[in-house]
């Protein structure tokens, strides 16, 4: 009855003590037993945990609860009337044998060991009859989804942006992070990891340098992060144009280039290419003044995912506009514009002549070409007749010359005067060549050459036959002087007729 804790159990041993005692309750309710035989619990943030506790015999008047830690800092986790926490409740409130309990949602904060403890009253005052093994609970916690950071800035491509991946609330510390662009992996320092100061967790944070390029319209940045907890890493992806920024290339060209005539009509179509991202701010300035003029304006967007686009403004080339600069200007995400000019060139009347001249001269000179062409193959046909003409004519020359020979002896005035009382004079056909290529001469050229000599009375083979002159005149006929008349068919030929190859020549006398 007295409290005099250190001495307890001796005195109760000596003094008979009420049953209170533990010493003596371990004796009195030997068959009581206590049963937390469950090891340690490894669990994640938001699971249900478990704690099995179940308690046979009969033991003394006192309550079963569960208590987290032990030593100063043992408190009360459970009580049948009314838990400590909304997320805990008894497996079976009805049972007095199974005090199993069951934490919903599991905390951070519930990692532990529990004790399932059977209690007794001594005193009016509750005493510790019975205590369980302890059942350790570990309390894991998963990394949040991981949030990616880029610049706050669009960067051009070359320059060097640092991306940032961070996770928080997990526990344990121990955790990796990968980086990958467009899924191939990319060097990174590691996490750094800082603990929570509210939970025990930690968060952590990871940061890559990317030097940005033109193509990474479309490229993909992704952080890995893996944990204990995790079956699968999670994953966060970046799509990489939202840092990017591709200034656009500006040109102004001008359709039909050059000079035009005056009251024609120019295009200046300004392309912009190249550029991401999609909206730009395209002015046309005439000579550095804004102006709004009437344009077709067309973006597309190119198979790298780049966008260009194409201004035109249509401008009469009225001549006080000679000269008159054209200017597109481009404003590309708040940055300094981008201008290119083009220039409105009128040709000078006088420079028209020219220009057409030029296409004349072109027209002449292909006439001069024309009539040289022709004047050409004029002189040369003139040349071929006269060649062929010459040619006939060494062929007249070459073509068998009948050469009437008076025999030798009657060479002369004398002979002719007595030879031949017949009357009759031979002429020896003395052909140059061989008759044969003179047939053959003959047969090519078709025309029958012969010579047809009618001596009359003195005369030669001219035609002028005179009446018939003196009788005693000798009539000799040259055949040198006989023409060899070319003529139409005439009746055959007596020397082709037969290879004869002499020709007779009469000669009458009267
Ligand atoms: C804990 O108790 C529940 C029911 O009370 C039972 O289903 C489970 O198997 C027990 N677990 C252990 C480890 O004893
Ligand atoms: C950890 O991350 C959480 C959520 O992002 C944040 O609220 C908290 O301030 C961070 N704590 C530390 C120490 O960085
Ligand atoms: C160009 O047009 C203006 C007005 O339309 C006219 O006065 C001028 O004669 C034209 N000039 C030529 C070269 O056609
Ligand atoms: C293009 O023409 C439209 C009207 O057709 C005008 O509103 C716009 O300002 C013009 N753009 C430029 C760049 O001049
Ligand atoms: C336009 O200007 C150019 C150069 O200034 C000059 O050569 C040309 O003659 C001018 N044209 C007219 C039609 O005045």
Not at 422 to 450: G, P, W
Not at 467 to 475: E, K, V
Request: with cysteine; proline share 7%.
């Amino acid at each position: 009855m007295e409290p005099r804790p250190p001495a307890w159990p001796l005195l109760c041993l000596l003094l008979l003590c009420p049953p209170s005692c533990p010493g003596v309750g371990a004796q009195k309710y030997r068959d009581f037993k206590l049963q937390q035989s469950q090891g340690p619990v490894v669990m994640t943030t938001g699971e249900t945990l478990t704690l099995n506790c179940t308690v046979s015999g009969s033991g003394p008047i006192g309550a079963v609860r569960w208590l987290k830690g032990w030593g100063s800092g043992n408190r009360n986790f459970y009580e049948e009337k009314g838990s400590s926490s909304s997320r805990v409740t008894r497996a079976d409130n009805e049972s007095n044998t199974d005090f199993t309990i069951r934490i919903r949602d599991v905390h951070l904060e519930d990692a532990s060991t529990y004790y399932c403890v059977k209690f007794h009253k001594v005193n009016n005052s509750e005493e510790v009859f019975k205590r369980g093994e302890g059942t350790k609970v570990l309390v894991h916690a998963r990394p949040s989804e991981p949030v990616m950071s880029g610049p706050s800035r669009r960067a051009v491509p070359g320059q060097s942006v640092p991306f940032t991946c961070s996770a928080a609330g997990f526990f344990p510390r121990d955790i990796q992070v990968k980086w990958l662009k467009n899924s191939v992996s990319v060097r990174a320092e590691p996490p750094n990891i800082t603990p929570e100061l509210s939970s025990s967790s930690y968060n952590m944070s990871s940061t890559i340098q990317v030097v940005l390029r033109e193509d990474d319209v479309r490229s993909e940045l992704t952080c890995e992060v893996q944990h204990i907890t995790l079956g699968s890493p999670l994953r966060r992806t970046y799509a990489l144009r939202q840092a990017l920024r591709v200034p656009p290339s500006v040109s102004v060209v001008a359709a039909p280039p050059g000079a035009v005539e005056v009251n024609k009509t120019v295009n200046f179509t300004c392309h912009v290419r190249g550029f991401y991202p999609g909206p730009v701010t395209v002015t046309w300035l005439e000579n550095g003044t804004e102006t709004n003029m009437e344009n077709t304006t067309e973006l597309t967007e190119t198979s790298q995912g780049l966008f260009e686009l194409k201004s035109t403004v249509t401008v009469q080339a009225g001549e006080e506009k000679n000269g008159s600069r054209f200017t597109c200007r481009v404003v590309h995400e708040d940055q300094e514009p981008i201008s290119s000019t083009g220039t409105l060139r009128i040709a000078a009347p006088a420079q028209w002549g020219p220009s057409d001249s030029y296409t004349g001269d072109n027209k002449n000179l292909l006439i001069y070409v024309a009539v040289g062409v022709v004047c050409t193959v004029l002189a040369l046909l003139v040349i071929a007749i006269l060649y062929l003409i010459r040619t006939k004519q060494n062929k007249g020359k070459s073509s068998p010359s009948a050469r009437l020979h008076e025999p030798e002896k009657s060479s002369g005035t004398t002979t002719t005067q007595e030879s031949d009382p017949n009357n009759l004079t031979y002429a020896d056909l003395n052909f140059a060549k061989e008759k044969k290529s003179i047939r053959r001469i003959i047969e090519l050229s078709q025309q029958s050459e012969y010579a047809c000599i009618q001596g009359s009375s003195g005369s030669s083979s001219s035609s002028s036959s005179q009446p018939p002159a003196s009788s005693d005149n000798l009539t000799y006929a040259d055949l040198d002087m006989v023409h060899l008349s070319k003529a139409p068919r005439r009746p055959p030929p007596r020397p082709e007729e037969s290879s004869s190859e002499y020709a007779s020549v009469q000669i009458q006398r009267q």
